[in-house]
């Protein structure tokens, strides 16, 4: 993949790499079982939905705050989540929705708490920044750039403090590794052989400043050698290369307790966030790069290996339109949270003085 | 009871709760093989193994971001700084992630950890290194503050703090690490969190002091005493949650009060629990509330000049006869 800037790239560029990308796939859809490939294709296809409507739903003021959206980037949350088990954590910056769904939140949880319902995942107390949930091991949403790198560090030191076969999976944008967070953790999950694997999801731009603008040395991956921990650069826009590379991160990690960097380049399609007017970049780049969008190039990829029917692309848009429909719905009619609510889960023992 | 310094009854409190629980660990600076900056953490190694007691890189964020991610996952960190003045470098992962990770999550993930080291000034070591934190992360709510004045409370404290399901800043006084006093043997001694301690009743004057300044404010009680005013002496112990039923009601019986700190006194803990003072018990005031707080400059390297930056018995003193208008 070039590594020249994005606004550089130009259309034949873009295309002869989704091209590329689409080649590369179809060589390799043989490899994997038939239920997982239609899995991932239609969680892309939820994610990428279930964004839109959240949108919509933003504008028209029933979401608040700040609203950091993923289209563009679903290759890599749930490429990189269908290589785990559901015992294993995921950690993730404030562009968490996808990685949520991924992991195994309900759509109709996520989409509540995105509307500060009591029926949210956490409770309306946390927001689109900070999503959590238990029962799938999804630790957060955390919305200061770099903080989730050591707190996934520590979960990593857990399942090796305990014995567990756990990986723990943390993502990233390009521009949290400028953070000093990033750097002391690297260093920390390799002194002590640490089963974490740090997913830089390099989409270009940290808010309205490009990574050209930001980094000396715009080879994130190569980073690792400063720290002699095991890296890869993934093509963000092809959803099976990330998970490969995911799985073997995720082996050298379960079965030798080691972390790995995986540098993903990707694109992100929408604005930093909903209320980001974008004047960084022309609307022609972004046009451009939306010829290779990797959901496009996975169902390309599908249907012209005969994975997939039209019918069952029908039906997988007919389904997830309905779920998403009903998350709308079920996050317009749960109740506010309790105004008691505001007290309750400050400390775990609350101590009467 | 056997008498023992500060320092090891803390050592005390980290290696009983350590054979406890197998979920605690301890990391931090020098905590292992060097045996503790200041010898807290002697012997822990030898015992409990290098997989509990590990010895971090110098990088504060990284390994207290560290300990607030195990802590999700079910274990309970204690974490050293070498000194509180390095904590600094942690606030974003204290404040940030530990303390609101239960709310902004729900009540989903509680963080049991402990932040613990030397607070406060120490000899001679200047500007950086003495400084007393205490009313930056009492600021929060979500994190427990506790600052111990004794050997027993110090065990008992620690002990009750690294078995609470919450955040808690620990500061010790690195002055006080040789205090002794008597502290009791039995593993299942603790003293609960957000209880305040009468350390010396009297009639006359109340003095809130923590930490260095509770040997400092019984000093100053001392010479009252010779001077015919007998002072209560009341050590919070806990900064968040504050007992402040206990102070108020010393007030009450004292009408008169003087708050001692190490700290500034600028948006400090004497500042809070004056108002708390003026809001609950204001028509039982004879005088208006003193501080004596230390000096509003950074700490000077010089002797002469750093003893003139901290809290004497002479002004305590002082400010007790102020409030009781003896001079």
Known sequence: MDQEAPEAADSQTLREHGEAVKEAQKSRLGDIDRETLVNIYHQMVLCRRFEEKAAEAYSAGKIGGFCHLYIGQEAVAIGSISAIKK?????????????????????????????????????????????????????????????????????????????????TLCYFGEAAVNQGAFHESLNMAQLWKL??????????????????????????????????????????????????????????????????LLEVRTYRFMGHSMSDPGNYRTRAEIERHQERDPIKLFHASLKEEGVMSDAEFEKIEADVKEQVEESLRFADESPLPDPKELYTDVYANPIEV | MPVVTMREALNQALREEMRRDENVFLMGEEVAEYQGAYKVTKGLLEELGPKRVIDTPITELGFAGLGVGAAMAGLRPVIEFMTFNFSILATDQIINSAAKMLYMSGGQYNIPIVFRGPGGSAFQVSSQHSQALESWFAHFPGIKVVMPSTPADAKGLLKSAIRDDDPVIFIEQERMYGNKGEVSDD?????????????????????????????????????????????????????????????????????????????????????????EIAEQAFDYLDAPVKRVSGVDVPMPYAKNLEQLAIPSVDQIVAAVREVAYLD
């Open chain 2, 187 to 275: 593993p299942e001694f603790t003293i609960p969190l957000g209880v305040a301690d009468v350390k010396r009743e009297g009639k006359d004057a109340t003095i809130v002091a923590r930490s260095l300044m509770v040997p400092i404010a019984l000093k100053a009680a001392d010479v009252l005493e010779q001077q015919g005013v007998s002072c209560e002496v009341i050590d919070p112990r806990t900064i968040r949650p504050l007992d402040i039923k206990t102070i108020i009601k010393s007030v009450k019986k004292t009408n008169r009060v003087v708050v001692a700190e190490e700290s500034h006194a600028f948006c400090g803990v004497a500042a809070e629990i004056s108002q």
């Open chain 1, 195 to 260: 089963p974490c694997i740090y997913i830089c999801e390099n989409n270009r731009y940290g808010m309205g400043t490009s990574l050209e603008r930001a980094m000396s040395s715009h080879d994130i991956s190569e980073k690792a050698c400063a720290y002699d921990i095991a890296a890869e650069f993934v093509d963000g826009m092809d959803v099976l290369a990330v998970r490969d590379a995911t799985l073997r991160a995720v082996a050298r990690a379960r079965e030798h307790y080691l972390p790995t």
């Open chain 1, 87 to 167: 015992k294993d954590y995921v950690l993730t910056s404030y562009r968490e929705h996808a990685h949520a769904i991924a992991k195994g939140m309900s759509p109709n949880a996520v989409m509540a708490e995105l509307f500060g319902k009591a029926t949210g995942c956490s409770k309306g107390k946390g927001g689109s920044m900070h999503m959590f949930d238990k029962e799938v091991n999804f630790l957060g949403g955390h919305a200061i750039v770099g903080g989730q790198i050591p707190l996934a560090t520590g979960v990593a030191f857990a399942s090796k403090y305990k014995g567990t076969d756990q990986v």
